[in-house]
């Protein structure tokens, strides 16, 4: 059984840390990019440093969850590792490929729709029993199955860096435009309440 009993053995631990999550940061974002003729500008990627950091929060939760078990340092390291993992989510969809700057840098400058087309959506209507709190207590299918046509477009979206001028695109993508009309279920409140609830 592996333990991290002594000083030496954790800090062998997190060197090995560190170094891994060098190595990650440094090739998941050209990996995770879409940018090819991406040619940065500047020395220090600010998404590879929150991945860096983020990847030291995980480990460190991994490995106290495994050998140290401080149920503070968990809950610190879990809201750390959830606050990173939005930043980092943040920076890549805000992110300029050339400055690599992310706050108020991304401007929309033009979109495109490459192609217009239907997609079928089955779907089975459910009745739906709510205990007092708004959990689920129990569901009832209605009736069968159905399919619905859906309309879809391929789109493209052009950006350009309001700090450098760089211009890019997204690439194309799907959009459902009739998502926000799917049928919903139908819900009943009760006044039961939920035993799992303490």
Not at 71 to 97: A, M, R
Not at 126 to 150: A, D
């Amino acid at each position: 059984m592996i333990t991290l009993d002594s000083i030496l053995e954790n800090i062998i631990a997190e060197i090995i840390i560190i170094i891994v999550s060098l190595m990650v940061s440094v090739f998941l974002p050209k990996l995770i990019r879409k940018y090819e003729d991406e040619k940065a500008i500047v020395k220090y990627d600010p998404l590879s440093i929150a991945i860096f950091i983020e990847l030291i929060s995980i480990f460190n939760l991994i490995l106290n969850l495994s050998f140290w078990n401080k149920s503070e340092l968990t809950v610190f390291l879990t809201l750390v590792s959830i606050v990173l993992g939005y930043l980092i989510y943040y920076i890549y969809d805000k992110q300029c490929p050339s400055c690599k700057k992310f706050i108020r840098a991304k401007k929309r400058i033009d979109d495109r729709i490459i192609k217009e087309f239907t997609r079928y959506w089955k779907y089975q209507p459910m009745k739906i029993w709510l205990y007092s709190n708004g959990n689920v207590w129990k569901k009832k299918p209605v009736g069968k199955e159905k399919t619905r046509t859906e309309n879809w477009i391929t789109k493209q979206e052009f950006y350009e860096c309001y700090f450098c001028g760089y211009k890019w695109d997204s690439g194309h993508f799907d959009v459902n435009l009739d998502e926000k009309t799917r049928p919903k279920q139908e819900e009943i409140q009760t006044d039961k309440n939920d035993p799992n609830q303490l």
